[in-house]
């Protein structure tokens, strides 16, 4: 055997290898890996999606916590306001009817001073009355001395 006529062989064994590879199999492959390039791509497009969503989400969350925190703060603050003003309304009462029971108790004290008084002078009429029976060793008419007797009680009550 020849070695130049095997070397064609294999020289032409080889063309025909390589134009079949390049006319069938490269392409499947070339297409098989442009569709591999692609869905890489997406992947990584899909994956900054999400990144960028995620970065957006936590901003809003962020805001969402500063909103509800700052709705937080007026609804107490509204709320103190508002047992602030009920405290304030409770002591106006309270202070009112702590005026009106004063009046009440004062005019309740003057009348029953008035009564002790004229008791008082009643029943010193009394004993002032006893006092001179004793003394006179004789009993007054109240008919006939009544005169003599609202005289005294006069008076005691100008004293």
């Known amino acids: 055997m020849n070695i130049n006529a095997t070397l064609i062989g294999q020289m032409i064994t080889f ?19 442009a569709e591999r390039k692609q869905k ?6 899909a994956a900054e999606k999400g990144h960028r969503d995620l970065e957006l989400a936590e901003h809003k969350a962020k805001e969402m916590l ?3 925190q700052q709705e937080i703060e007026q609804a107490l603050s509204q709320s103190h306001q508002e047992s602030n003003t009920i405290v304030h309304q409770a002591k106006q009462k ?21 009564q002790l008084e004229t008791e008082l002078k009643t ?10 029976e004793k003394l006179l060793q004789q009993k007054f008419d109240e ?17």
């Open 15 to 33: 063309a025909i290898f390589v134009w079949f590879t390049v006319k069938f199999v490269w392409p499947l492959l070339y297409k098989a890996l």
């Open 40 to 45: 890489i791509a997406d992947g990584l497009q």
């Open 66 to 68: 500063a909103d509800t």
């Open 94 to 114: 309270a202070l009112a009817i702590s005026q009106r029971e004063r009046k009440v108790m004062h005019r309740e004290f003057v009348q029953r001073q008035q």
């Open 123 to 132: 029943h010193t009429a009394s004993l002032v009355i006893d006092c001179a």
């Open 143 to 159: 008919k006939k001395d009544t005169a003599f007797i609202d005289k005294i009680i006069a008076e005691i009550e100008q004293v």
